[in-house]
């Protein structure tokens, strides 16, 4: 039987290696992957290219409600158009129900946001921030039958902060039905201390952000958060890991034989709290939480990466404007670094910045690129075998990447709605040139090509790997 689309002579990461080989496309799924595969109505010659797996972003924040005046940079269009153009194929948001409405009334919003917008699939986690009965004992065991199969919980943030009872009992939900448990790991009383004490002594401008939220912060609530899922007796994800600590305590857990899985981000490994520190506002650019660290955490992070202590590589795209009274130009933001809206954009840059830095410098292999940008997210979150490999059988949700392509970050080349980058200037080698969404080129050479065809995944119960 003829295919309807052949890449051919590409090099192409499937598991855990790298062959020489054409892909066959049927229906949009892959149908063979050899030689000679015969004819097909259309062929894309990839000679000199890599094929991956399409990339899946378990982390973005779309179109979240971020308080009263403020407004996130990206709709599900913008942010999946960004998304599509740096490589991927599927994103995952997560839902947070405005003030006053229940979870499922959140889930319902996010459809109606999403539907018909998205130039790639994707799916929803929850973000449970009310512990009473409808959501715990109605809403989520509900929505996790329905697909939703993750739960982010925060130990941080006023309004979102759980306590350790309200974690355990969200924890024990979680248990009963196999869900991921994600958590955004920082001690809430600590920062709120260290603010009160940052600007009682007058010390507010932005970089003050990354200093009131220092690495014990960060390591004392992953150690919290792990202890806690084992007293549940629930495996867990740690959310946007940025420093050595922090994943210490992951792997000492790992090593007594806890399932506890990590993420890490793009800003972990190239910004620092020094960039909080540029002259006069440009700082709030870089107010993300936890906050970039300094080269010492970011090289602990690369030797995280290097041994296989991250599962999970994400861009905690959550994207602000800069020059807007409804971004990080908030009011009060330049009064006091608390204001500042806290996130930058990074979902169109994350693939290529791994790979620039890593694959192209020899810190990792493709194979492992694939997994932590790809492979890992499909399964942990219940997308597999449909996602994250280029697999018979499986979406044919493929990027095709030139190794040789050298050039800049540059926010002017960029599709997000926000009106900055964090990585102006940034140097990147290895550039995503097309991105197929179950077959059909979704963008090329950083354009959108055709309608928003994305679909929405619902996904099965998480497979929980180690
Ligand atoms: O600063 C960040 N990361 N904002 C997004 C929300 C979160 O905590 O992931
Ligand atoms: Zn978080
Ligand atoms: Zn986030
Ligand atoms: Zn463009």
Same mark, same amino acid.
């Given at each position: ?10 090099r192409?990461?499937t598991g855990?290696?790298v062959?020489n ?17 015969? @004819? ?5 010659? /990839? ?7 399409g ?23 913008? $942010? ?12 995952m ?5 405005? @003030?006053?409405a229940? +979870? ?13 917008q998205?130039?790639?699939?994707? =799916? ?7 512990t ?11 929505l ?6 993750? !739960? ?5 943030? $006023?309004? *979102?902060?759980?306590? @350790? ?7 024990d939900?979680a ?12 001690? &809430? ?6 603010r009160?004490?940052? &600007? ?12 009131t939220?220092p ?8 150690h919290?958060?792990?202890s806690?899922?084992?007293?549940a007796?629930?495996? #867990? ?7 050595g ?9 790992r090593?007594?034989?806890? %399932?506890?899985? /990590?993420?890490?981000?793009p ?17 709030? %650019? ?10 010492? &955490? ?7 990466? &290097?041994?296989? @202590? ?42 290529p910045?791994? !790979?620039?830095?890593?694959?192209? %410098? ?20 219940? *997308? ?16 095709l990447?030139d190794?040789?392509?050298t ?6 080349? +960029?599709?997000?709605? =926000? ?5 102006e200037g ?13 077959? %059909? ?5 950083g ?10 995944? =619902?996904r099965?119960?998480p497979?929980? #790997?180690?």
């Amino acid at each position: 039987m003829s295919h309807d689309l052949i890449i051919k002579g590409g090099r192409v990461v499937t598991g855990a290696e790298v062959v020489n080989c054409d892909i066959g496309i049927r229906a949009g799924r892959i149908a063979t992957l050899g030689h000679d595969l015969g @004819d097909a109505t259309e062929v894309i010659d /990839a000679t000199g290219l890599i094929a991956l797996p399409g990339g899946i972003d378990s982390h973005v924040h779309i179109a979240q409600p971020s308080g009263p005046g403020i407004e996130m940079a990206d709709d599900f269009a913008s $942010a999946t158009r960004s998304a599509a153009c740096g490589g991927n194929t599927t994103v995952m948001p997560f839902c947070l129900p405005e @003030d006053g409405a229940t +979870l499922r009334q959140a889930v319902n919003a996010y459809h109606a946001k999403a539907n018909g917008q998205c130039h790639i699939d994707v =799916s929803f986690h929850l973000i449970i921030k009310d512990t009473d009965s409808q959501t715990l004992g109605q809403d989520l065991p509900a929505l996790f039958e329905a697909g939703y199969t993750s !739960f982010k919980v925060f130990m941080t943030y $006023a309004g *979102l902060a759980l306590s @350790d009872r309200e974690i355990l009992d969200v924890m024990d939900v979680a248990k009963a039905h196999n869900a991921m448990v994600m958590v955004h790991a920082e001690n &809430e009383d600590a920062i709120e201390f260290l603010r009160d004490k940052a &600007e009682e002594a007058g010390n507010t401008g932005p970089v003050n952000h990354a200093r009131t939220r220092p690495v014990p912060a960060e390591r004392e609530a992953t150690h919290r958060a792990i202890s806690l899922a084992e007293i549940a007796g629930v495996p #867990l994800t740690i959310v946007h890991v940025s420093n050595g600590p922090a994943l210490e305590e992951i792997t000492r857990a790992r090593r007594r034989g806890a %399932k506890v899985f /990590a993420e890490t981000c793009p800003q972990y490994i190239t910004l620092t709290a020094d960039d909080l520190d540029r002259a006069g506002f440009e700082g709030a %650019k870089y107010v993300c939480s936890p906050p970039p660290r300094d080269t010492a &955490e970011q090289t602990a992070i690369w030797a995280g990466l &290097e041994q296989g @202590d991250f599962d999970l590589f994400s861009s905690d795209h959550c994207p602000f404007r800069f020059a807007d009274t409804a971004g990080k130009d908030a009011p009060g933001a330049r009064a006091t670094f608390r204001n500042i809206p806290n996130g930058i954009p990074g979902v169109e840059t994350r693939l290529p910045i791994l !790979f620039s830095e890593g694959v192209m %410098k020899g810190r990792i292999t493709l194979p492992r690129f694939a997994a932590i940008t790809a492979t890992n997210h499909a399964r942990l979150y219940g *997308l597999a075998p449909r996602k994250g490999a280029i697999a018979v059988g499986a979406d044919a949700d493929i990027t095709l990447w030139d190794p040789t392509l050298t050039k800049p970050i540059r926010q002017a080349d +960029l599709h997000h709605g =926000s009106d900055y980058t964090p990585w102006e200037g940034f140097n990147v080698t290895g550039w995503p040139v097309r991105t197929l969404l179950r077959g %059909k080129t979704v963008a090329k050479e950083g354009e959108i090509v055709g309608a928003a065809t994305g679909d929405y995944l =619902s996904r099965s119960a998480p497979e929980f #790997l180690l």
